[in-house]
């Protein structure tokens, strides 16, 4: 999940209602701005934008999150990964059904990108997510809809409402948001029929901008080159996919080695810094034409009671409520 200056207003505006002013951000986050808007920036006073927007330009995401967070008053700022990098601060595979002790810190937000759902253990997952959370904080996460192997296993909107319930959450909000963080119009549970598509959600202008970012995807998305057979699977988990490693690590230095050329023939420091904004800036510019149709599941849920995140599968819906609504 991308944070989006949607996402900025509700931590922003909610602040107040948390006792513990911290964040933790689950996976990396990466803004969908370019810099702050002036009428965000003097909603809340934000004195440093000169600063932060200098970062947001280096792209220098976790410096711009820390400052920002420290102008509105929070006191901690986390980012959680299953592997450590120079950005992550907490190490931790949300498969484990335990968390380690040295682990156990409560935040007053957790902004989950989707990493919760990329677990195979999807129960483990959530339920450390939720952990996580304080009670009285917020817990905001997503569902990209569009993709059908991003995931090991899709949760449907209905489910994750049920889920977070036996966690001590109510949802604040179940939204249809476009790439870019903006809401598009609110889901409606559905119990009557067995299932619908998204798309019967939206109004007509906002299903054919979904039309036309279909459209655009399709003739802009690379193709897909690099794939192994079913039949070989077996044998390349066995060389625990070690072959695949490889070919990534190579298309890496491959890519290292383009840089250097290019740091090569274009010595002048100024120059190759003055193309890198303007290629980041063409990026953001395309990002944001392209994901102003994308449409994606955002959910807001607010921690009312602790409960152990291990006693939930007894209150879990035993299937949909479409099923259970008509068997009762």
Not at 54 to 81: G, H, M, T, V
Not at 154 to 159: A, D, K, R
Not at 199 to 213: A, D, N, Q, R
Not at 221 to 235: A, E, G, L, V
Request: net charge positive; glycine share 4%; proline share 2%.
């Amino acid at each position: 999940m991308s944070i989006s200056h949607h996402h900025l207003d509700f931590i922003s505006k909610n602040r107040n209602q948390i006792k513990n002013k911290s964040i933790l951000f689950v996976g990396d986050h990466t803004p969908t701005f370019s810099k702050l808007s002036n009428n965000y920036i003097k909603e809340f006073n934000i004195k440093n934008s000169t600063i932060l927007n200098k970062a947001l330009q280096k792209r220098e995401f976790k410096f711009f999150f820390q400052e920002l967070f420290k102008e509105l008053e929070f006191n901690k700022f986390k980012i959680l990964d299953f592997k450590k990098t120079k950005d992550i601060d907490i190490e931790f595979d949300l498969s484990q059904k335990i968390i380690p002790e040295e682990k156990k810190d409560k935040f007053g937000f957790v902004i989950d990108n989707g990493s919760s759902i990329y677990a195979t253990k999807i129960f483990n997952s959530l339920s450390n997510v939720s952990f996580f959370c304080e009670k009285g904080g917020y817990l905001l996460t997503n569902i990209d809809v569009n993709s059908i192997n991003r995931y090991p296993i899709l949760p449907s909107p209905e489910f994750m409402v049920d889920f977070f319930d036996t966690q001590g959450f109510e949802p604040i909000k179940v939204e249809i948001i476009n790439g870019l963080g903006k809401k598009i119009s609110d889901y409606k549970m559905n119990y009557y029929e067995k299932g619908y598509n998204l798309h019967s959600s939206l109004k007509f202008s906002k299903f054919f901008g979904y039309l036309i970012w279909i459209i655009i995807d399709y003739l802009t998305s690379p193709k897909i080159q690099n794939f192994i057979k079913f039949s070989d699977y077996k044998m390349i988990k066995k060389n625990e996919f070690r072959e695949l490693t490889k070919k990534i690590n190579d298309k890496k230095d491959k890519d290292k080695n383009k840089k250097k050329l290019v740091k090569k023939y274009f010595k002048n420091a100024n120059l190759i810094n003055r193309l890198k904004n303007i290629y980041f800036r063409f990026l953001q510019i395309r990002h944001n034409l392209f994901n102003k149709n994308k449409i994606i599941l955002n959910f807001v849920f607010k921690k009312n009671e602790e409960v152990s995140n291990l006693d939930f599968e007894n209150k879990l819906n035993s299937s949909t409520i479409h099923y259970i609504s008509s068997t009762s």
